[in-house]
DNA sequence: TAGATTGTTAATCGATTAACAATC
DNA sequence: TAGATTGTTAATCGATTAACAATC
């Protein structure tokens, strides 16, 4: 059993993911673990440190080949699973995040978007045709997806989770303005935009503050 | 001077502030940093702790003032400064977050919409009139928003974020799949939704590992 | 007053950085 | 080979937790 890996590097490891597709996408083959840390801002100890929790992707003299360690990061973060989601909540949220996010190209399928509004169902987002909340059931059963995004009003976000759960889904994306409290056995990310308004607000204070 | 308080401690204040609003919405009078270690799934410590880089909020013997605490938060927040905003592109996830963001009741005030696309100028969010972007250099020598929020697609973001730069803006919210890297003076928040599908994705994959 | 709970100091734990031998 | 850069150990730094005297 490998040692477990902590929740910083965890946190960490989507942006090596994005700084490293760029630099495939922009055609280069090596980079050494100063290099990257020019660009990302973070120490080298800290980038050498992060990957070698997962294996030694690198070569002494040589650095990190750029292709082999994005697929390598790729795998470490799932993306090489095939894991495919339902979304819950066909609102200006949902279309918008089944828009925006590009799930082929980072490893995902969506499969399938369901609510409860009559005047939403059977419209399209994205050539899926928008199901019944209703028939969500049946639905999960037969595609068996690892993961629900949840895109719908706060006060419907504990119900339709627990129903999810039920149904077997092991990982919920929550978007709405309530923390949906781990349950048991069930992985929850939490998604709140109005968080980092905060954040920014208080740091545009701090600085004023700090000014004077 | 005050001492510097920690980026971890930021980071959870927005939190705390959303607990602390709940139990305020709910009528709950006063709290322990027990009783809130509880709901919250942190330890009390830590809450004592956090909260006492701002000040002594609380009373021995007695807990929190729910209220008071309240207000003591969004002052850090600096929610109570009026704080106001541009929004730069239109598209979906500029609609999207214009429309479900409570501005008002978060202390902050959207106050213009830009777009360069003729075919969304003109249209209507949420009562705020899409403007040009042409346009955005006189509103906000004449306004003098604090904030940008950036919903522009990933090549834009760089060179709208420099133009508002130069016309004073000290913030921004980056939604666009791009690191907007810190500039000289500005403050920037990124927003990448895809970062946590990435940690969800992680999390899915490490179980299924786990539990072989 | 007695009980409860804070504010704060000290102890522990974990994460980051520095350093360097191994090696390509 | 010489130079570069990793993987990894040890040192430092910071954050979290525990403990308790102060006090409402």
Redesign the pocket.
């Known amino acids: 059993m490998e040692k477990k890996v ?4 965890v946190n ?1 490891l989507p942006r090596y993911y994005r700084h490293i597709t760029d630099l495939y996408e922009s055609g280069v083959e090596r ?6 840390s020019r660009r990302m801002n ?11 929790c997962f ?10 080949n750029v292709e082999m360690l994005r697929s390598e990061i790729a795998k470490i973060l799932g993306l090489d699973r095939g894991y495919t989601a339902v979304m819950v909540g066909a609102g200006h949220m949902g279309r918008t995040f089944a828009t925006n996010t590009k799930f082929e190209s980072r490893g995902f399928k969506l499969i399938g978007i369901f609510d409860s509004s009559p005047s939403v169902i059977g419209t399209d987002i994205q050539g899926h045709t928008v199901m019944d909340y209703a028939e969500i059931g049946d639905f999960v059963r037969e595609h068996k997806p690892e993961m629900a995004i949840l895109t719908v009003p706060k006060e419907a976000t504990k119900s339709v989770a627990e129903d999810l759960r039920a149904l077997g889904i092991k990982a919920f994306m929550n978007f709405s303005y309530t923390e949906l409290r781990e349950m048991e056995g069930v992985i929850v990310e939490n998604v709140h935009l109005s968080d980092s308004l905060m954040r920014l607000s208080y740091k545009i204070s701090e600085k004023e503050d700090g000014g004077r």
Chains 1, 2 share one sequence.
Request: zero cysteines; charged letters at 15%.
């Open positions: 902590s929740g910083s590097v960490r980079i050494s673990s100063k290099e990257l973070v120490t080298a100890s800290q980038i050498r440190q992060d990957l070698n294996g030694g992707f690198g070569q002494q003299g040589y650095g990190y």
